[in-house]
């Protein structure tokens, strides 16, 4: 199983950016389609973006498209989420996800690895 940790969060001023990291280990990145998901307090998680195995494919939620960019360095076994121009409503828990497909991937659900999180807020 793939482990996963995050990285990256913290508090930030409207407009600002911010680049999350998910290092993983365990076994090899390539196989995987790696995720990035949020959970705001009393909200359901929901998907955020997506990136294929080599990185060529990539997929975003509407709300964050032409603001945040998902990429991978599969030798560094890191994936990333650079987030600008952020806004409060931006403000979550951040997860990292990996499955070994890309429908089980933005699925988001149990199958494949999970990281912990990492706390994003975007104050006004």
């Known amino acids: 199983q793939l482990q996963l940790v995050e990285s990256g969060g913290g508090v930030v001023q409207a407009g600002g950016s911010l680049r999350l990291s998910c290092a993983t280990s365990?076994?090899?990145?390539?196989?995987?389609?790696m995720a990035w998901f949020r959970q705001a307090p009393g909200k359901e998680r929901e998907f955020v973006a997506s990136i294929s195995y080599s990185g060529i494919n990539t997929d975003y939620a509407d709300s964050v498209k032409g603001r945040f960019t998902i990429s991978r360095d599969n030798p560094k076994n890191t994936v990333y989420l650079q987030m600008n121009r952020l806004k409060p409503g931006d403000t979550a828990v951040y997860y990292c996800?990996?499955?070994?497909?890309?429908?089980?991937?933005?699925?988001?659900?149990?199958?494949?690895?999970w990281g912990q999180g990492t706390q994003v807020t975007v104050s006004s």
């Open positions: 996800h990996a499955a070994t497909t890309g429908p089980i991937a933005r699925a988001g659900g149990p199958t494949g690895s």
């Open positions: 365990g076994r090899t990145l390539s196989g995987y389609v």
